[in-house]
C-alpha cells in the first residue's frame, strides 16, 4: 500500500528526492537574497545611502529599510497563495524566484546618496519591497511541494528540508560576505566590495531556476484539478472559515522569527562589528562573519533534528520544549556578544540549537492545519503576518531600545515578550499529525474535527487498491 493519503497521491521516491532538491536549492537561494540585504543594512547602507541623517539615526532608517519588506510580504502571500490554489504550487515557486533574484542582482547596480541624492534611497526601498513580495509567495509553496509529496509519518522531516532554507541562505550568505570583506577591506568594502554579493545572485538564481523547472506539479494540486474542485476565492474563504487558525499559527511564528533575525537580520553582526564610534562593539569584521557560521551549523543541524521528532512526539510537544532551550539561548545572547569574536560564536551557537527547534516543524504544522482547497493562501498568509509580528521591526527595535535604555538587557525582555506570545499560541492551534492531505477528505466533512489517531476515511480505498 503506499504511504501516501491516497493511492492517487503516490509520487516515486526519485520524484520527491527531486522535489526536495528543488525546494532546498531554491529556498537556499530566495533566503541568501534577503540575508544579505539584511546584512548590507547593518553595515553599510547608512553610510551610503543615508548619510544625511546622520550616523545614529542613519542606521535607525537603514534597519526600517529591512522592516518594509515584511509589510508587503502579506500581499506577496495573497497574489501567490491564489494564483497557487488555482494555477499550481510549481509556477509560484518559479515566479518568486526569479523576482527576488532580479531584485537582489539590482540592489547591487544602485548609485549611492552622494551619486544621485534622494533617488537612491528611494530605489533601495522599491526594491526591498520587490523583495518581500517575493519572500511572502515563495515559501508556502516550498512547503506544499514538500509535504504533499512527502510519505504519511514523515511530513515533519520533509517540511525540514523547506526550513533548512533560512539557515543554508545564513551560511552562504555569511560565507560569502566573510569572503568579500577579506578581499576588500577598508574603504575599497565601501566603494565596490559590497555590491559583489549582490551580483552573485544572478548566478544562483539560473541554478535554482533550472532545478525548480525540472520538479512535477503537487500530486494534491493535480488532484484538485482533476476533480474541479479549486476555490474562485481562497483568501476569503481562508479568513472566513479559518481566520482563528490563521491567528494562531502567525503567533506560533512571532518568536522564533523576531530571535532569528537577531542573526539573519545581521543585528549582532553589526553591532559586533561596526566601530565603537559607530555605536558597536568594534570587533574584527571577518571574525564575527565567520563566527556566525557557527550559529548557522546549530540552526541547520537542530532543524533537521525538529522535524525528525515532531514526527515521532508531535509537533505541539516539540515546539514547547524548543520554546523553553530558546528562551535560555537569549538570556546570555548580548553578554556573550559583547565578550569578543569568541563570544559570539557561542551565542549565536546555543541561539541556533532554539531556533531550530522551533522552525523545523513548522511546515508540516501549517500544511497540516488547512485543507487542500485553500492550504498554499492559508500557510502563506499565516507565515507572512507572523513575520510581520516577529521579525519585521526586530533589529529596529533592538537599535532603538539600545539607544534609549543603553542596556542590552532591554533586548532581552523585548525577545522573551515574542516568545511568550508564540508559547500561547502553540497551547492553543490544534495538532493533526498525519491528517489526510487530499481534497477528497476535506469533502468528507471531517478536517475540522480530525485528530491524530483517528481512521484514515480513504483507507478502505487504499487497502483495497493494493
Known sequence: MSHSTTPHLATSKSE????LAAVVVGTTIEWYDFFIYAFMANLVFAQLFFEPAGPGLGQIIALVT???????????????????????????LVLTLLLMGAATTLVGALPTYEQIGILAPILLMLLRVL????????????????????????????GSFVQSGVPLGMLLATGILALVRALFPGDAFLEVGWRIPFFISILLVIVGYVVRRAVEESPVFEEIKQTAQQESAPIIQVFRKYGLIVLFCAMVFMGNNAVGYMTTGGYIQGLASRPVDAGGYGFDPVGVQLANLAGA??????????????????????YLIGWVVLAAGVLP???????????????????????????????????????????YSGVSIAYAIGAVIGGAFAPTIAQALLQATGSTW???????????ISVIGTLLLKQRNDVPLSIEFEHSGQFGTWKQGDPDPTAVESRATR
Open 297 to 318: 551549523v546549530s540552526w541547520l543541524v537542530f532543524t533537521f533534528v525538529a522535524g525528525w521528532a515532531s514526527d515521532r512526539i508531535g509537533r505541539k510537544k516539540l
Open 333 to 375: 545572547l548580548f553578554a556573550l556578544t559583547a565578550t569578543g569574536v569568541a563570544g559570539v560564536a557561542i551565542a549565536t551557537t546555543l541561539l541556533g540549537v532554539g531556533l531550530g527547534l522551533t522552525y523545523g516543524a513548522q511546515a508540516a504544522w501549517y500544511a497540516e492545519s488547512f485543507p487542500a482547497s485553500v492550504r
Open 66 to 92: 529591512i522592516g518594509i519588506s515584511f509589510l508587503f510580504r502579506p500581499l506577496g502571500a495573497f497574489l501567490a497563495g491564489h494564483f497557487g490554489d488555482k494555477l499550481g504550487r510549481r509556477p509560484m
Open 410 to 420: 532591554s533586548i532581552v525582555v523585548y525577545l522573551l515578550g515574542t516568545i511568550a
Open 131 to 158: 523583495q518581500g513580495l517575493s519572500a511572502g509567495g515563495e515559501w508556502g509553496g516550498a512547503v506544499l511541494m514538500a509535504i504533499e509529496h512527502a510519505p504519511k509519518g514523515r511530513r515533519g522531516l520533509y
Open 16 to 19: 520527491r528526492n527531486r522535489v
